[in-house]
């Protein structure tokens, strides 16, 4: 069974650091980009930053130079490293995977995950 389930969401002061997995099963991940989008109330689901099948990252602006994609194929995991945590990245984080290419759109993306939540307090 297809599966994606992300964890390590929680609540941080503005500043702080938080580590999000991407645990996957039921398929091959190596063949997958991973992308993590973030949705906060009210807003559209917004790409965060993507890894492609051999390891090329992309990021969106207002995360390049404080968050890091990386991901282990042997482990089935894909981690989101986010440091320097503001306000603004507060939202529920999701994984996503799309076969070979990240893309930007999240209609682009097959299979999601059912989320976690992070709250940055100032």
């Known amino acids: 069974q297809l599966q994606l389930v992300e964890s390590g969401g929680g609540l941080v002061q503005s500043g702080g650091s938080l580590r999000l997995s991407c645990t996957a099963s039921?398929?091959?991940?190596?063949?997958?980009?991973i992308g993590w989008f973030r949705q906060a109330p009210g807003r559209e689901r917004e790409g965060v930053a993507c890894?492609?099948?051999?390891?090329?990252?992309k990021y969106e602006d207002s995360v390049e130079g404080r968050f890091t994609i990386s991901r282990d194929n042997a482990k089935n995991t894909v981690l989101l490293e986010m440091n320097s945590l503001k306000p603004e990245d507060t939202g529920r984080y999701f994984c996503?995977?799309?076969?070979?290419?990240?893309?930007?759109?999240?209609?682009?993306?097959?299979?999601w995950g059912q989320g976690t939540q992070v709250t940055v307090s100032s």
């Open positions: 039921g398929f091959e991940l190596g063949l997958y980009a």
């Open positions: 890894i492609s099948p051999g390891g090329r990252t």
């Open positions: 996503a995977r799309r076969l070979v290419l990240c893309r930007p759109g999240p209609g682009e993306y097959d299979s």
